[in-house]
């Protein structure tokens, strides 16, 4: 892990005073010799988006002299347009070998203009400083693709290379924080970047990243961050050199291969452009080779995951959307939105156990195998034990998540449908009496017990609470307290939690948008685990020992064994040791 640049760049770095840096060897490149090709310089205007609907933007394509189209040339994506003489630098550092052949794209925020030309609103804060991963999709579904549609004037077609590795991004200020985003949400995509004057502070969420970069499992990316001891913009938001500093910290506890060059300039590009080519040579470092994740200093991501064991993709014969549940010898029971339950064998052959017919958005399953479902309409809460057909348990109760306890006792989740409504949880008891054991406007799509079945869990619908209960003698829910915080980077609040999970060590384990969010005894996010696609919509424990956790991401099921056993409701209490106060 290197935490900061070699130390001959550091010997040739001079002080910024004033905002001015002297010139020196690392800005030497950005003079083109007559022996260096030159690249040629494509200008588009682009307003295509759906993404940023309406914005219009300046798109500039750097083709180096050297490519060729029957060799997929590497990316180089830069925010906020042309900045540190790229062209000139690309130019000298390919002629001379020290970075591959590279296709610059440089793209300017989005502006929304009126139809008589009347500019409507600047797009750059959205676009950049939002932690969502939007512009993340902006360039992967909507310009790359349009750029590799265009052609030189000699007409080549632009051909970028796939891998990730190949592939680096980078900006100043918002644009820096843009770039870090966009590689944060898809490091298989982006997976090198060069961050000037970043701004990890409050403007849309920026300043969480210290917090998730230490909690979260490592990705593959390789970051440079540079800054001065004067870079004070707008104070307002925070202090934007001390936030690098904090930025710096939590990568390097965290395992990145992270580099860092920090000066006394203010808010300008000076020393950002003074060391650029240097900066490209550092990130380029051993390519071919790909960018790998480092190892973190987090100890609760040391106690949940075993060394080389990495989410591997399970096939299924349908896309997939939830609900996930075992069965008690832990096969691995899928479900899709037309209603159909499949069953994963031990080798992972799915077979199809009941066709429904029914929309499924809850599905557990008791001690003996027998199951349980609710979904939408009068059949209410039904059960499947292997008769070929489900039978009613309780009619008109439609819910969004079922916990069936050692007892046969049978609690059902049903959010309100509408905002003035009351959401309610139901107990079923085994000899089929319903009762309402708690009713509130936010009762949520989500359900678990502690592994001593005396705590109940739900989520609440449209916020990032998790709540607790007490579960009484006779399964009453008492004592309620919102309880888990979760990390929602990108506010969206709309975005239900829809599964969690229970480890022996009394662990709770929650399906995000942000990934697998792993909480303490207390009620605090201490892990995040990363995902191959995006959001996570169910998640399960499964597996013969109950230690390899299931999920479903971007319609697709995935496995990974961990260190940990999963604790399903259905069996009977198990005492774990708890871990304090805090």
């Known amino acids: 892990m290197i935490t900061s640049i070699q130390c001959w760049l550091m010997a040739l770095l001079i002080s910024v005073s004033g905002g001015a840096l002297a010139q020196n060897r690392l800005n030497a490149p950005a003079t083109r010799s007559q022996t260096i090709p030159k690249g040629e310089m494509l200008t588009f205007q682009y307003n295509q988006s759906r993404i940023f609907p309406g914005t219009s933007r300046t798109c500039r394509v750097y083709v180096p002299a050297q490519y060729n189209p029957r060799q997929p040339a590497c990316l180089y994506a830069g925010l906020d347009g042309v900045l540190y003489n790229a062209p000139a630098v690309f130019d000298t550092l390919i002629s001379r070998g020290e970075m591959p052949v590279t296709i610059g794209v440089f793209v300017d925020p989005g502006k929304l203009m009126s139809g008589d030309s009347v500019l ?27 750029v590799e549609a265009q052609k030189t004037a000699d007409g080549r077609l632009l051909r970028l290379s796939k891998r990730g590795s190949d592939h680096a991004i980078a900006g100043l200020s918002s644009s820096a924080i843009g770039a870090f985003t966009t590689a944060w949400f898809r490091p298989d995509a982006f997976s090198r970047v060069y961050s000037a004057i970043g701004t990890y502070v409050g403007m849309r969420g920026g300043d969480q990243y210290p917090v998730i970069v230490r909690k979260s499992e490592p990705k593959p990316i390789r970051i440079f961050l540079q800054d001065g001891s004067k870079d004070v913009w707008n104070p307002l938001f925070g202090n934007w050199y ?41 990130l380029w470092k051993d390519w071919p080779e790909p960018v790998r994740a480092g190892k973190s200093g987090n100890n609760m991501l040391a106690t949940l995951l075993l060394p080389q064991e990495d989410w591997k993709q399970v096939d299924t014969p349908v896309k997939l959307t939830g609900p996930l549940t075992a069965t008690p010898v832990g096969e691995i029971l ?147 307290q919102r309880w888990y915080w979760l990390h929602n980077l990108d506010n969206d609040t709309h975005r239900a939690i829809q599964s969690m999970a229970v480890d022996h060590l009394g662990n709770l384990y929650v399906a995000t948008a942000l990934g697998i969010q792993v909480c303490d005894q207390n009620g605090r996010v201490r892990a995040i685990l990363s995902t191959p696609d995006g959001a996570v919509t169910a998640l399960c ?15 697709k099921l995935y496995k990974r064994k961990l260190n940990v056993r999963g604790i399903p409701a259905w069996r009977k209490p198990v005492r774990y040791r708890s871990q304090g106060q805090g």
Do not use: C
């Open 242 to 282: 001390q936030a690098n500093l904090t930025m710096e910290a939590a990568l390097s506890f965290s395992g990145y291969d992270v580099a860092h060059a920090w000066g006394e300039g203010g808010h300008d590009s000076d020393q950002a452009g003074a060391i650029f080519p240097d900066v490209l040579r550092w």
């Open 541 to 555: 424990f499964g597996g013969s020992d109950f230690d390899t956790l299931y999920m479903i991401s971007g319609g």
């Open 120 to 146: 409507l609103r600047y797009n750059r804060s959205n676009e950049f400083d939002n932690t969502t991963g939007d512009f993340a999709r902006f360039l992967l579904e909507e310009l790359l693709p349009w």
């Open 334 to 480: 899928i479900t899709t939105d037309a209603g159909s339950i499949y069953k994963l064998s031990s080798d992972e052959e799915a077979s199809l156990l009941v066709k429904t017919n029914l929309p499924i958005y809850a599905l557990a399953g008791d001690a003996n195998g027998t199951l349980y479902g609710s979904g939408k309409g009068p059949q209410g809460l039904w059960q499947y034990a292997g008769t070929g057909k489900v039978q009613p348990v309780g009619k008109e109760l439609n819910g969004q998540a079922i916990l069936v306890d050692d007892q046969n006792r049978k609690y059902l989740a049903t959010p309100a449908t509408h905002d003035d409504e009351m959401g309610k949880i139901w107990l079923i008891r085994p000899d089929g009496r319903q009762q309402l054991v708690d009713q509130r406007p936010f009762i949520g799509s989500a359900l678990a017990f502690s592994p001593d079945k005396k705590l109940l869990f739900n989520s609440e619908k449209h916020a990032n609470w998790i709540a607790s209960y007490a579960v009484g003698p006779d399964g009453s829910l008492n004592n309620r």
